[in-house]
């Protein structure tokens, strides 16, 4: 290696160019940076000579891939001002690619004694404790990849975790289980293609550290939101996790997915990182500079302002903190072409001062980016903050997990009372939420269950949350919005419980996919996975929450009523609707969109749908009135739907609609097999059941030739 140059401001991080690489870190308060070089144990230390506004950098021939590295940055120790600068703690390169090795918490990675209070400077090096950074060729063979750009109304998310997909799957290698190449392996792509999801929502990749109070419990952070850098994917999802591996095992995973069909959305946590609170380690950021990148307390900038529950709230308001967020988002549209991404709490990155703005800042960058504003945008619209629930507030590009769906079905199927209205939104792609502003069903991700909460077995199976397995006396996780466990708490043999249990399982998948928007199912949901009634699983890195590959019968048949009601979805353009049901003729000629019946066969009445005590009613969807273009330009046409629904604890006789053509009974959640034609004029709905019917066009008989 020759001389130190003074280099360029811009890319920040490391890039390397064939025969040096460039080293760039933002700092405003910082008074002078150190570059680390480790070779083994061994380490020397390089200023950044040159400083372009808040940017120092420097350029150093000769250093290449696999050289780890490290900053130290100096400047005043003092936190009454949220000045936490101390040279002695290694710090993480925010825009570093590739991370190696993990925080070991018997080291000196808090830039305090531990102790102490946190205004006494700690002055022993944590070198040896500290991930660091990697030097990378990006380069990588994507060959023919293609995005599947998915049209949102077509699209089926499928939420899953890495690790814990495949670490159980007989199919998979050995040595791939629980992998980014273990989900690229042929099998599990093609389940994935069989049952027919178009994405995998893929809980957080960003690198992770583990909380120290769980690694002392014996436990991790399996969920993975505890983000230390926004540009390096989780090395401990790769086989190979040295020399910038799990990168190329990323792309890999990427590719073999596209060539699939599937899109890849990634979950991302840009709202805090796993610095925490001022009591945290000083590993990132906060040695960095503190005031840019964390959103202190005015007045007492010792302390952090909270709005995600987890110790700090990042700066998005700041323009460097923005610069981070953009440039980490169009590094992986660009680099590592993912097709999406999920905000976690999503809320807390439009708040301005104090309050969320939808004409915020952050809106603003994403919405004027060329790249980050064609890819699919998902919001959780929610944060602990004061107003923090945004549900149907987000703007336009933005699709939002919808919790009102989400509890409403959850209600309608416990048998709660005067649901009806609320339910009528929440099939037909919530308008009330989201059609004033310009948006379209698609706005609404549909869901009954995600990671965090129940699975769909334990929403069926338990009243209570049994966490004990988290170590914090179950009083972790939430109590609300627990559905009905169909008569017992937890296992039983009970046949008549068991089958109950079966039939609101096959309710509530019913009901995600006959509505409009965008359905997300939780993976392992379709074969009836359990965690064993524990609620907030999130450190639970074990049989608890990896999926079960075993199958008995009963997750048989329930992975074919999935994949049979997914295939009616794909099939059915009525089901996947672009626009928003209008309740009438498109022409004056077809019949209306949308009919809502009585179980009489009369169309509902505005007295109707205020009755506390309906449980039971028809939604009729006609096929021919869609009034939508394909891509193509064409008319989208199909078959006109029925979606009879009994919530109540009695069971119902519905009279069927006199339309022309002949009536299939495609499912019903009491009789999973019985399918086929049905030509009597009234349908039998067992209690807490859901049926779908189909009406088939007659085939119009040949004409007789003249003479």
């Known amino acids: 290696m020759g001389a130190i140059w003074p280099g360029k401001p811009y890319p920040l991080g490391a890039t390397w160019d064939g025969t040096g690489t460039n080293f760039a870190l933002y700092s405003e308060h910082a008074e002078q940076v150190e570059l680390c070089l480790f070779d083994?144990?061994?380490?020397?230390?390089?200023?950044?000579?040159?400083?372009?506004?808040?940017?120092?950098?420097?350029?150093?021939?000769?250093?290449?891939?696999?050289?780890?590295?490290?900053?130290?940055?100096?400047?005043?120790?003092?936190?009454?001002?949220?000045?936490?600068?101390?040279?002695?703690?290694?710090?993480?390169?925010?825009?570093?690619?590739?991370?190696?090795?993990?925080?070991?918490?018997?080291?000196?990675?808090?830039?305090?004694?531990?102790?102490?209070?946190?205004?006494?400077?700690?002055?022993?090096?944590?070198?040896?404790?500290?991930?660091?950074?990697?030097?990378?060729?990006?380069?990588?063979?994507?060959?023919?990849?293609?995005?599947?750009?998915?049209?949102?109304?077509?699209?089926?998310?499928?939420?899953?975790?890495?690790?814990?997909?495949?670490?159980?799957?007989?199919?998979?290698?050995?040595?791939?289980?629980?992998?980014?190449?273990?989900?690229?392996?042929?099998?599990?792509?093609?389940?994935?293609?069989?049952?027919?999801?178009?994405?995998?929502?893929?809980?957080?990749?960003?690198?992770?550290?583990?909380?120290?109070?769980?690694?002392?419990?014996?436990?991790?952070?399996?969920?993975?939101?505890?983000?230390?850098?926004?540009?390096?994917?989780?090395?401990?999802?790769?086989?190979?996790?040295?020399?910038?591996?799990?990168?190329?095992?990323?792309?890999?995973?990427?590719?073999?997915?596209?060539?699939?069909?599937?899109?890849?959305?990634?979950?991302?946590?840009?709202?805090?990182?796993?610095?925490?609170?001022?009591?945290?380690?000083?590993?990132?950021?906060?040695?960095?500079?503190?005031?840019?990148?964390?959103?202190?307390?005015?007045?007492?900038?010792?302390?952090?302002?909270?709005?995600?529950?987890?110790?700090?709230?990042?700066?998005?308001?700041?323009?460097?903190?923005?610069?981070?967020?953009?440039?980490?988002?169009?590094?992986?549209?660009?680099?590592?072409?993912?097709?999406?991404?999920?905000?976690?709490?999503?809320?807390?990155?439009?708040?301005?001062?104090?309050?969320?703005?939808?004409?915020?800042?952050?809106?603003?960058?994403?919405?004027?980016?060329?790249?980050?504003?064609?890819?699919?945008?998902?919001?959780?619209?929610?944060?602990?903050?004061?107003?923090?629930?945004?549900?149907?507030?987000?703007?336009?590009?933005?699709?939002?997990?919808?919790?009102?769906?989400?509890?409403?079905?959850?209600?309608?199927?416990?048998?709660?009372?005067?649901?009806a209205p609320e339910m009528g939104y929440r099939l037909t792609g919530s308008s009330d939420l989201y059609q004033a502003d310009g948006r379209h069903p698609w706005a609404s991700i549909n869901f009954v269950t995600c990671h965090d909460g129940f699975t769909l077995t334990d929403l069926v199976s338990y009243n209570q949350k049994h966490n004990e397995a988290n170590g914090e006396g179950n009083r972790d996780g939430t109590d609300s919005n627990l559905s009905w466990n169909c008569g017992q708490e937890g296992p039983t043999d009970d046949p008549a419980i068991v089958a109950l249990r079966e039939r609101q399982r096959r309710n509530f998948l019913a009901t995600l996919l006959v509505s409009s928007g965008v359905p997300m199912i939780l993976a392992g949901d379709e074969i009836g996975r359990t965690q064993q009634g524990n609620n907030n699983a999130y450190c639970q890195d074990n049989p608890i929450s990896w999926v079960d590959w075993e199958l008995e019968p009963w997750q048989e048949q329930l992975l074919a009523w999935t994949r049979k009601l997914v295939r009616l979805r794909q099939q059915q353009p009525v089901l996947r609707r672009q626009t928003f049901f209008r309740g009438s003729s498109p022409n004056g000629r077809d019949p209306k969109d949308i009919t809502w019946l009585r179980p009489d066969g009369q169309e509902m009445t505005a007295d109707d749908w205020r009755r506390a005590d309906l449980h039971a009613f028809g939604m009729l969807l006609a096929g021919e009135s869609l009034n939508e273009l394909d891509e193509h330009g064409d008319p989208v046409t199909g078959d006109t739907v029925l979606v009879l629904m009994n919530s109540g604890a009695e069971p119902v006789s519905f009279q069927l609609p006199a339309v022309a053509g002949d009536w299939e009974r495609f499912a019903d959640s009491a009789h999973p097999e019985a399918s086929g034609e049905w030509t009597a004029a009234q349908y039998p709905l067992a209690e807490r059941s859901l049926a779908i019917l189909i009406r088939r066009p007659r085939a119009v008989p040949p004409a007789t030739p003249a003479g």
Request: hydrophobic letters at 35%; proline letters at 7%.
């Open 40 to 419: 083994g144990e061994q380490e020397r230390r390089f200023p950044l000579i040159a400083r372009t506004g808040h940017v120092w950098h420097s350029y150093l021939p000769g250093i290449g891939p696999g050289q780890r590295y490290g900053y130290r940055v100096h400047g005043p120790y003092c936190p009454q001002q949220g000045l936490r600068f101390n040279p002695q703690k290694l710090l993480i390169d925010p825009y570093a690619r590739a991370l190696e090795g993990e925080v070991n918490w018997r080291g000196p990675v808090f830039g305090y004694p531990r102790g102490r209070d946190d205004l006494t400077r700690d002055d022993r090096d944590d070198a040896t404790a500290v991930p660091k950074g990697l030097v990378i060729d990006p380069a990588f063979d994507w060959g023919q990849d293609r995005r599947p750009e998915t049209p949102w109304n077509r699209t089926i998310i499928y939420e899953l975790h890495v690790k814990g997909f495949t670490k159980l799957h007989p199919a998979v290698p050995p040595e791939l289980r629980g992998t980014y190449l273990g989900l690229a392996c042929e099998p599990v792509i093609r389940y994935l293609q069989e049952l027919g999801i178009t994405a995998v929502e893929l809980l957080p990749v960003h690198a992770f550290i583990d909380d120290r109070w769980l690694v002392e419990r014996g436990l991790v952070n399996y969920w993975g939101y505890n983000t230390i850098n926004y540009f390096t994917p989780e090395a401990r999802y790769a086989c190979n996790r040295r020399e910038g591996n799990p990168v190329r095992e990323f792309k890999q995973m990427v590719k073999a997915l596209h060539a699939a069909g599937i899109e890849v959305i990634l979950d991302v946590v840009f709202n805090h990182t796993g610095e925490g609170n001022h009591l945290g380690p000083t590993l990132s950021f906060r040695g960095i500079d503190n005031p840019t990148y964390y959103r202190l307390v005015p007045g007492n900038p010792r302390f952090y302002l909270d709005y995600t529950g987890c110790g700090n709230t990042l700066n998005s308001r700041h323009p460097q903190v923005l610069q981070l967020i953009m440039d980490s988002l169009r590094y992986w549209v660009e680099e590592m072409h993912v097709d999406g991404f999920r905000f976690d709490l999503a809320s807390t990155l439009a708040r301005e001062e104090y309050h969320v703005d939808r004409l915020g800042s952050f809106f603003d960058v994403i919405h004027q980016d060329p790249v980050v504003s064609r890819v699919k945008l998902i919001a959780e619209p929610w944060d602990l903050g004061e107003d923090g629930y945004q549900v149907g507030r987000f703007p336009v590009l933005w699709a939002e997990w919808n919790g009102r769906y989400r509890d409403s079905v959850r209600a309608w199927w416990r048998g709660d009372a005067g649901l």
